[in-house]
């Protein structure tokens, strides 16, 4: 039976890509055919084969399935800001139907482990009437969330994981990825995300001097994906 999942931040460069690609390194560890897509990438680089994204490129290189870039990161922008301010510098128009039917085909893959991830927080502005949590739901997918454990992380996580239960969704789980291991009081911090947040932790990543998909995978249970 194949799974899906959204992968949401609690904020911008929390790791929502680190530990998405070592998620799918661990469910291919497991024996898991994967497949990932980030529907928008702002800050793309210009190649001889276009823009590309490190991030979109990262997921591509732990997909199983053989995977176009174009089918992972239907719509790479250059500028690196906010997805629906780098459309508009691009003069393309960024909305949600234009990023759901590349998202439909790759869940129609029916890998085992699917991840679609967002970009930056939970409510990141496609434009003046949408978001891409919008698109989260219309694909109806639980959500793993990404916690970036540093000062103020706690406000962060949990007004997150309010929005995407009201917004309709189930937590599946979330992750803490220690982006400050200097936090005050960290396992304190941790302690209070672990009885505030309404799922269970998937892992703690610690800040790793080589984060690749591997190391991170040591550090993560899709054992305990509700």
Known sequence: MSSAFFIAGTDTDVGKTTVAAGLLRAARHVGLSTVAGKPVASGCTRTADGLRNSDALALLGECSLPLDYAEVNPLALEPAIAPHLAAREAGVQLELASLLPAMQRLLARQADFTLIEGAGGWRVPLND?????????????????????????????????????????????????????????????????????????????????????????????LDRLG
């Open 129 to 221: 009437r949408e978001y891409l949590s919008d698109l989260a739901m219309a694909l109806k997918l639980p959500v793993i969330l990404v916690v970036g454990v540093r000062l103020g992380c706690i406000n962060h996580a949990v007004l997150s994981a309010e929005a995407i239960l009201r917004d309709g969704l189930p937590l599946a789980g979330w992750v803490a990825n220690i982006v400050d291991p200097g936090t005050s009081r960290l396992h304190e911090n941790l302690q209070t995300l672990s009885e505030q947040l309404p799922a269970p932790c998937l892992g703690q990543v610690p800040r790793l001097e080589q984060a690749n998909s591997e190391n991170v995978a040591r550090y993560l249970h």
